[in-house]
């Protein structure tokens, strides 16, 4: 059977003779062709990002005032530093990885074993860093009010820059506890509370004269959010239906729940790729050290985890221009 | 080609400088992303900002040299590379214009809908 490899038959798995259907071998046309449908799936996804964003193109979120975060900077406005770093990271990575491809070619082990490590290293990092995002997104930065129609409803202070609900709510410690399985019905449940009830935001805000509301309606010619003058901001407010912290997939302080649901799925498929790709990048490291490659008498296997490799970070280079950029 | 593997000579030169070109671009693209000049941002072409047709082809042109250089498709004959460029280029082109077309449809037909004064 083709499918045992075996010492003699490696490298030619086709069925009937030494002959090389587009002058590669069956292994890297299956990777090329597996990429080529990962492809299309991952533009699907983004196609439909991109059908969602341009039916709410007047709504959507400004992604710079949502990923603002950035290491042990609180509370600095720092939009796309770090995902410019998570993208060099993955793009190095990606450089370790070719010159592993690059000391295979050579018959190099010492070389290889240490780019994929470094492969390794770098897509952990990747991964520790997209679960940082993720956190951060999921905490949220300032609060927001939601609506009865479901629109989402932002506190501006006097110089129209977001401030946190912390900032003017005060807590009035009422008795509301988080409803979960062992207090209630055991199917009954719900996700955690958010830090302030309506009644505090409320008293909040009338307590405080120079906060006033934003929508998220954006002004076409300036490319920002309406903010609604303070006299005007009553009427909006008496149609609170929640208070939000964070964002998940029902909820979003930042805007639509859309932009989270796709994307926490276009950027947690990605982030499977990059896990996955990091798993079979382990196991041909430990090949690489056993010396399977070395007595094989080529190195073509490092060759097509190195395709896959490379997919995910040319994935991620689409995801950074249509979550970050456009 | 990739045939035979012994008689291949490094590329670390070509990688680090596929390396550099990549960071420049990346690079440029962050300080574009950051500065948002008034005159690409807010002006319009093509149905969107100059600022988002640049940062689409900076994109391209980012793909380009990772899979012809990081994935050696350069070192791939022709029909192969065709098979799976011209697919997927194709494909892509395809479902974006009309999934974006039909975008558009919807928000012209939806937006005067949604009430933004209470």
């Known amino acids: 059977m083709e499918a045992t490899v075996s010492k003699e038959t ?125 956190k951060n997104f999921i905490g949220g930065s300032y609060g927001a009010v939601e609506l009865n129609d479901g629109k989402i409803v932002q506190f501006v202070d006097a110089s129209g820059h977001q401030i946190e609900l912390d900032k003017f709510v005060v807590s009035s410690h009422s008795e509301r506890t988080q409803l979960s399985r062992d207090k209630g019905i055991w199917f009954m449940k ?19 004269p120079d906060i006033t509301i934003r929508l998220e309606k954006i002004n076409p010619a300036t490319k920002t959010k309406t903010i609604v003058p303070r006299a005007e901001a009553m009427k909006y407010l008496n149609e609170t239906k929640a208070v939000i912290k964070g964002a998940n997939l029902q909820v979003n302080e930042y805007g639509k729940p859309l932009f989270a649901d796709f994307f926490f799925f276009i950027t947690g498929f990605h982030g499977f790729h990059v896990f996955s790709g990091v798993i079979i990048n382990i196991i041909i490291f430990f090949n690489v050290i056993l010396g399977t490659y070395e007595r094989r008498g080529h190195y073509e296997m490092v060759e097509k985890v190195g395709l896959y490799w490379h997919f995910v970070d040319l994935v991620w280079v689409f995801v950074f221009t249509f979550f970050y950029l456009v | 080609m ?51 047709i640049i940062f689409l082809v900076l994109t391209i042109v980012k793909a380009y040299y990772i899979t012809w250089f990081f994935m050696h498709m350069n ?16 494909l892509i082109i395809y479902l974006a214009t009309l999934l974006l077309i039909e975008g558009s449809y919807i928000n012209d037909v939806l937006a005067p809908l949604v009430k933004w004064n209470y």
């Open chain 1, 10 to 134: 490696n490298g030619k798995t086709w069925s009937g003779g030494s002959n090389k259907p587009l002058g590669t071998s069956y292994g890297k046309m299956m990777m090329w062709f597996f990429i080529l449908s990962d492809a299309l799936t991952f533009s699907g996804f983004l196609a439909a990002y991109g059908l969602m964003r341009f039916k709410f193109i007047e709504s959507w979120p400004i992604a710079d005032e949502v990923f603002t975060h950035f290491p042990f900077l609180h509370g600095v406005h720092a939009p796309m530093y770090y995902v410019a770093l998570m993208t060099f990271i993955l793009i190095f990575s990606s450089v370790t990885m070719v010159l592993a491809v690059d000391a295979g070619h050579q018959m190099k082990k010492g070389k290889v074993t240490f780019y994929m490590l470094l492969t390794i290293i770098g897509g952990l990092i990747f991964l520790g860093s997209q679960a940082w995002e993720w």
């Open chain 1, 190 to 208: 719900e996700s955690s509370l958010p830090p302030f009830s309506i009644e505090e935001v409320m008293t909040g805000f009338k307590a405080n």
């Open chain 2, 2 to 52: 990739a045939a035979n593997a012994h008689e291949h000579k490094s590329h670390t030169g070509l990688i680090w400088k596929v390396f550099g070109i990549l960071s420049v671009i990346t690079i440029v693209e962050v300080i574009l992303g950051i500065v948002k000049p008034d005159f690409l941002y807010l002006t319009k072409i093509f149905g969107t900002s100059p600022l988002n």
């Open chain 2, 75 to 90: 070192d791939e004959t022709k029909s192969l590379r065709r098979s799976v460029v011209w697919t997927a280029v194709f």
